[in-house]
């Protein structure tokens, strides 16, 4: 069963900021928070994940609270490129490795 | 280049044919995995196995079985007893030997339409 709950659709201005918000309230310690996106009739690509740090890479931002039980995908300069389906995904590395997906966020970007 | 292989990208079957789809990875990856994605939907876990000659059940297991003989290949066969087998189905792999860099890399999936 999936652990997270994210909103079904955002709009997002090209060139703006897009923030999308997950909520993993059971969350457990030794879980990972995981962002992929998916783009029409792809695979899942990788975005970002993160334990308890913001992370940071070329693609996006990871925003985990103090608490973990929420997190917040940035994608700093939002192009049209960016419309996808967010997934964000707990995932346990250890012992056994279900995978998981919800639903995800339909994200458009509008020009 | 490493990755992972999905073929064929489309397949026609006709009902009450079993059919078979093809997941090959070169990254020496011991967990694969097996999704199902309907028009508009998230994926759904059908199987998955952490190494070889072991797999484990997902949520929607029935109606399709697998086998993972080699760790490079974990084949899914969408048997006659599947009410609705035409879907998009994406096959991943990922390792947990790393802790802190385990990602999951997916193929580019192959829709199968049973007519």
């Known amino acids: 069963d999936a652990k997270t709950t994210q909103p079904t659709s955002m709009d997002c201005a090209e060139g703006r900021a897009a923030n999308l918000p997950c909520n993993h309230s059971t969350i457990s310690g030794n879980e990972y928070v995981y962002w992929y996106r998916q783009i029409h009739s792809q695979g899942p690509q990788y975005i970002i994940h993160?334990?308890?740090n913001n992370e940071t890479n070329e693609m996006a931002s990871l925003i985990i609270t103090e608490d973990r039980k929420s997190s917040t995908l940035i994608l700093p300069h939002a192009t049209l490129r960016d419309t996808a389906v967010y997934y964000c995904?707990?995932?346990?590395?250890?012992?056994?490795?279900?995978?998981?997906f919800g639903q995800g966020t339909r994200l458009t970007i509008n020009p | 280049d490493g990755g992972i292989t999905q073929s064929p990208k489309y397949l026609f079957r006709k009902e009450g044919q079993n059919v078979t789809l093809s997941c090959e990875q070169n990254l020496n990856h011991d967990a694969m995995y097996w999704y199902r994605q309907d028009p508009g939907q998230g994926l759904r876990l059908i199987y998955y196995?952490?190494?070889?000659?072991?797999?484990q059940k997902g949520d929607i297991a029935e109606g399709y079985s697998v086998s993972r003989e080699k760790k490079e290949s974990f084949p899914l066969t969408v048997t006659s007893a599947q009410k609705n087998p035409t879907a998009f189905y994406l096959c991943?792999?990922?390792?947990?030997?790393?802790?802190?860099?385990?990602?999951?890399?997916f193929g580019q999936g192959t829709r199968l339409t049973v007519v």
């Open positions: 995904i707990v995932w346990i590395i250890q012992g056994a490795q279900k995978l998981v």
């Open positions: 991943a792999s990922s390792t947990s030997k790393d802790r802190a860099n385990t990602e999951a890399f």
């Open positions: 196995s952490q190494i070889v000659n072991d797999f």
């Open positions: 993160g334990l308890k």
